[in-house]
Each structure stands twice: as structure tokens, then as C-alpha cells.
């Protein structure tokens, strides 16, 4: 059973930074590609920043230059560092994996909170 727990998440005044880990059970390998989305109230889902495993990264236009997805694949963990955040940036984060056969696995989400 895939599992993908992340953390990281809090309160933080605009401007600041935070980082997102997304711990994976197993090897990271075995997924084809690797994201974090989030959901703000009231809002659709969306994708934020997308990673392939041979390292194409994607993001979304209002998160370009701010945010960057990484991976370590000796710790099984992504990462979403954020920089300059803003109030809209407020939303639960979700990280998502892949795998080679296309299913897809969910973590539990980490709330990130900031304030004006």
C-alpha cells in the first residue's frame, strides 16, 4: 500500500517562505511522475508544480519564480520550497504520485495559512 505523508505546512506572514515535504512508503522510482496540488475553500483543486521522473519540472503560472519542486530519492521525500508567499497562496497542499502502471495516489494535504 503507497502511502505519502506530508508536513511542513503552518502560518506564515506574507512575504515569507515555507517548505512542503511529501514522505513516499517505498521507493520514489517507482512513480512516473510527482506534484503538488492544492484546494483553497471554495475552489477547484489545482495543479501547482509537477515533476517527471527524469526531472522536467512544470508550474503554475501564478506560482512561477516562487515556487520549486524537488525531490530526494536517497530520503523517498519530494519537497515544495515557497518563496514570497502570498495570502492567496493560502489553501491545503496536496502532494501526488504516479506510478508506472497510472495509478494515482493522494497524501492527506497540510493546511498553509498566510496572512496579509
Known amino acids: 500500500q503507497v502511502q505519502l505523508v506530508e508536513s511542513g505546512g503552518g502560518l506564515v506572514q506574507a512575504g515569507g517562505s515555507l517548505r512542503l515535504s511529501c514522505v513516499t512508503s517505498g521507493s520514489i522510482f517507482r512513480f512516473n511522475s510527482t506534484a503538488w496540488y492544492r484546494q483553497a475553500p471554495g475552489k477547484q483543486r489545482e495543479l501547482v508544480a509537477g515533476?517527471?521522473?527524469?526531472?522536467?519540472?512544470n508550474y503554475a503560472d501564478s506560482v512561477k519564480g516562487r515556487f520549486f519542486i524537488s525531490k530526494d530519492t536517497v530520503k523517498n521525500t519530494m519537497y515544495l520550497r515557497m518563496n514570497s508567499l502570498k495570502p492567496e497562496d493560502t489553501a491545503i497542499y496536496l502532494c501526488n504520485a504516479q506510478s508506472t502502471t497510472g495509478l494515482v495516489y493522494w497524501g492527506q494535504g497540510t493546511q498553509v495559512t498566510v496572512s496579509s
Open positions: 515533476l517527471t521522473r527524469g526531472g522536467t519540472t
